[in-house]
T-cell receptor, first 113, second 114 residues
Framework: GAGVSQSPRYKVAKRGQDVALRCDPI?????LFWYQQALGQGPEFLTY????????KSGLPSDRFFAERPEGSVSTLKIQRTQQEDSAVYLC???????????FGSGTRLTVV | AQTVTQSQPEMSVQEAETVTLSCTYD???????LFWYKQPPSRQMILVIR??????QNATENRFSVNFQKAAKSFSLKISDSQLGDAAMYFC???????????FGTGTLLAVQP
């Protein structure tokens, strides 16, 4: 596609519910990143994929967070047993050649009530 | 660990005037990049300008330029001839290391007054 597509754009979840956030990167982009942006803050790194391999998951805040990219294209960020502190915008970015070409999606705003 | 600090939570500029947004950073990487991103209400991060740390020459992109002071670990953004469309949140970021993940500052909200 022409850009990085994220869905849904908005998600309201009840506390304790599981959610799945989807990222469709630009076709052919090898690198894929997930970031979490709390209200009024800058984005914070969650995890990084190179093709289907998850090479860095050091930013995942707890074992309730899980990300996958099974075929090296679409990625899903799953949050189990959501809590209020999980409320944030989740941004996805993809790149073909590393730092020279990040493209961000418009994010998913997750609100946990 | 890498850190990025933006000390100006909000800035305001008159249309057609010039404004400078400040950023300082700290990194242990010898090879790194610095960025300014713009985030409008649509939430999408838009790259404004990029600087390779090994290049001494300051990057410029049309009305946007940076003042990169490597020894001082300072990376400010100058916007010339400000336009109403420049109003947005601006984030400074650095990257480096094996994955080149981005480390962001807390942002500066820029208002442009007509």
């Amino acid at each position: 596609g022409a850009g990085v597509s994220q869905s849904p754009r908005y998600k309201v979840a009840k506390r304790g519910q599981d959610v799945a956030l989807r990222c469709d990167p630009i076709s052919g982009h090898v690198s894929l990143f997930w970031y979490q942006q709390a209200l009024g803050q800058g984005p914070e790194f969650l995890t990084y994929f190179q093709n289907e391999a998850q090479l860095d998951k050091s930013g995942l805040p707890s074992d309730r967070f899980f990300a996958e990219r099974p075929e090296g294209s679409v990625s899903t960020l799953k949050i189990q047993r959501t809590q209020q502190e999980d409320s944030a915008v989740y941004l996805c970015a993809s790149s073909f050649e590393g730092v020279n070409g990040y493209t961000f999606g418009s994010g998913t705003r997750l609100t946990v009530v | 660990a890498q850190t990025v600090t933006q000390s100006q939570p909000e800035m305001s500029v008159q249309e057609a005037e010039t404004v400078t947004l400040s950023c300082t950073y700290d990194t242990s990487e010898s090879d790194y990049y610095l960025f300014w991103y713009k985030q409008p209400p649509s939430r999408q991060m838009i790259l404004v300008i990029r600087q390779e740390a090994y290049k001494q020459q300051n990057a410029t992109e049309n009305r946007f330029s940076v003042n990169f002071q490597k020894a001082a670990k300072s990376f400010s953004l100058k916007i010339s001839d400000s336009q109403l469309g420049d109003a947005a949140m601006y984030f400074c970021a650095s990257s480096g290391g094996a994955t080149n993940k981005l480390i962001f500052g807390t942002g500066t909200l820029l208002a442009v007054q007509p």
